[in-house]
């Protein structure tokens, strides 16, 4: 029996609607609401089909154009980063930077914590999202995970880090290059703070850990599940906080000091895969964030966890997703339901 209950409401919204010659029109909303956080989001069956207006599509050329028009002051392309990136003090790099394959790590030039480094991801300027491979993400997240191990030997008094991806301007990043960004502090962020403290919540009301019984849920249920990859679990969000959510839960790791080389191999598989098909859904722009619990802890309550989201796509004349449903309110309007975009996702992971 689970401990999860996933509880939802439904209210009835009548008008009289010009779009359909004046008749008296019934729309029916669902509010879900996050089985941890509390979190709401927001489902009309109205907006069905009606996506484009959210988000209206990719313009391909005008991203191509935005490539080419960029790529001459792009301080990584072409071998630039060697002479204008930042590079970290020996003690904590030797060489002051991480290279492998095609990716390189070094400081962010204006940090937003302790510790904040960037990850070029590859050699090529401009990507779609089909351009992901495993193996370009795997390296990626391979040398941040060093970068965070060798932190938080030097200072085990900065133990709360987390693996983030800003890709495209309209998920908030200045340049087109891909890169991800690393951040670590003494103290959590306040998303963070709260999954952690709500997550110590559950296990004292429940006596079992939230992220293993929300596995064992979302395997059972199936209608929001998506695969196993190696030991990470892949599901789209109930209540998700941005648009077209995709969850992946570590079941056995609570902290990144615990991850092997099959714990990354699996998150470069599966946002590879979750970005394969956003790029068939005509997506061009994501955020994504993998939480760990405090380093160097094994914390009974929390596992490493990672929430991937769709942003606005690249188009001329844009408009952000964010308004003041999500920024000041907190919740998130469901324009794919998370049961339809499992099933839309699920061949790309099976
Ligand atoms: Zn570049």
Redesign the pocket.
């Known amino acids: 029996m689970s401990k999860i209950s996933f509880t939802s409401w439904k209210q009835v919204v009548e008008f009289h609607s010009p779009i359909k010659n004046g008749e008296l029109d019934s729309q029916s909303i669902e509010v879900r609401q996050d089985p941890l956080t509390g979190h709401q989001s927001v489902l009309n069956q109205a907006l069905h089909g009606k996506i484009t207006f959210a988000f209206p599509e990719t313009d391909y050329d005008y991203l191509r154009r935005r490539m080419s028009e960029t ?1 001459d002051q ?1 301080f ?2 072409g071998g630039k980063w060697r002479a204008t990136s930042p590079r970290y003090p020996e003690q904590l790099l030797p060489g002051g930077r991480l290279q492998k394959g095609e990716v390189v790590l070094f400081p962010n030039l204006f940090p937003l914590s302790a510790y904040h480094a960037v990850v070029m991801v590859g050699e090529k ?1 401009g990507r779609t999202l089909d351009e992901f491979s495993p193996s370009l993400l795997s390296d990626a997240f391979s040398v941040s995970l060093e970068f965070i191990r060798r932190c938080f030997e030097k200072d085990p008094q900065t133990p709360y880090f987390t693996i983030n991806a800003n890709f495209m301007p309209p998920a908030g990043s200045s340049i ?2 891909p890169h991800i960004q690393i951040l670590g502090s003494p103290l959590p962020s306040t998303h963070h703070r709260m999954l952690l403290e709500k997550s110590l919540a559950y296990l004292r009301d429940t006596g079992s850990c939230y992220w293993t019984d929300l596995v064992q849920t979302e395997r059972e249920s199936g209608t929001r599940w998506l695969a196993d990859l190696g030991k990470s679990s892949w599901f789209t969000a109930f209540s998700p906080i941005g648009s077209n959510e995709v969850d992946a839960v570590w079941p056995e790791k609570s902290n990144f000091c615990e991850w092997e080389e099959a714990d990354i191999s699996a998150m470069a598989l599966g946002v590879s895969r979750a970005l394969l098909a956003y790029h068939e859904m005509k997506f061009s722009s994501f955020n994504f964030t993998c939480f760990s619990g405090p380093l160097g802890k094994t914390l009974p309550e929390f596992r490493c966890f990672l929430r991937l989201v769709n942003r606005q796509n690249m188009h001329p004349h844009y408009r952000t997703d964010d308004f003041y449903l999500q920024k000041l309110l907190k919740d998130e309007i469901i324009l794919t339901p998370p049961e339809d975009l499992a099933s839309l996702m699920g061949k790309k992971f099976r």
């Open positions: 790529v792009c990584m392309c300027h087109m290059h």
